[in-house]
């Protein structure tokens, strides 16, 4: 890393609550820092990827919301909090009574990002830069937000999803409407209209669906 990450975070970010989880404190980039409108050009010459864990996405906030809004799917419950970002997601778990959180993120900035983010809300999380995919630790809940925006990616997630569902886990995602979203093989939950940045999405709203895999026969 050519820039040392938790200064350049606390330097480019506000402590902010996304709109639709007011409950949950981050660390932000908002349009008035540099951050925002760095090309990837820019990015790339101070050695960071891309800063997904410094916005709010609408999937992470809609089953963010839902998670807090309905603490049994998680309360005492080993939760794994997949490409977590910011954290957020992983946050709200805890904040709901996981018994603990693994925020699982390739981007080793993120894991920076989590740890500065679950200290802002008094909760201590276990962060890996580890690819997850295929993999099984015995999580009684995964969480995705956002997931399904890469043909590829999902092609890639999907299987191994269901295989978690299969298997007995509660596979729950947060959905904007992403092309490659498996809807067919998941009932809804939930949907929510997640005020968003113009910015970042089409529209200054995002109609997120929270989303559960179905198991063998469900």
Not at 39 to 46: F, R, S
Not at 146 to 168: E, H, S
Not at 206 to 216: A, L, Q
Request: proline share 6%; with cysteine; charged share 20%.
């Amino acid at each position: 890393m050519k820039t040392a990450p938790e200064v350049f975070i606390r330097e480019n970010t506000d402590v902010l609550s996304p709109p639709h989880v007011p409950e949950v404190r981050l660390r932000l980039a908002t349009e008035a820092h540099e951050l925002w409108l760095k090309t990837e050009e820019e990015l790339e010459a101070i050695g960071l990827p891309p800063p997904f864990w410094a916005f709010a996405w609408a999937g992470g906030q809609g089953l963010a919301r839902h998670v807090l809004d309905h603490p049994s799917l998680v309360a005492g419950r080993a939760v794994l909090d997949f490409a977590s970002g910011s954290g957020l997601v992983g946050i709200a778990a805890l904040l709901s009574g996981a018994s603990s959180v693994l925020a699982a993120d390739i981007d080793p900035w993120s894991g920076t990002a989590i740890r500065l983010n679950a200290a802002l809300n008094d909760v201590a999380l276990d962060y890996t830069v580890e690819n997850m995919v295929g993999r099984d630790e015995g999580w009684d809940v995964i969480l995705a937000g956002d997931v399904f925006y890469d043909r590829a990616f999902a092609d890639v997630l999907i299987p191994w999803l269901a295989a978690l569902a299969a298997r007995g886990a509660m596979v729950i995602v947060g959905d904007p409407g992403r092309a490659y979203c498996p809807r067919e093989r998941m009932e809804e939950l939930a949907t929510y209209t997640v005020p968003v940045t113009r910015a970042l999405e089409d529209s200054e709203v995002k109609k997120t669906t929270v989303w559960r895999f179905k198991s063998p026969g469900g």
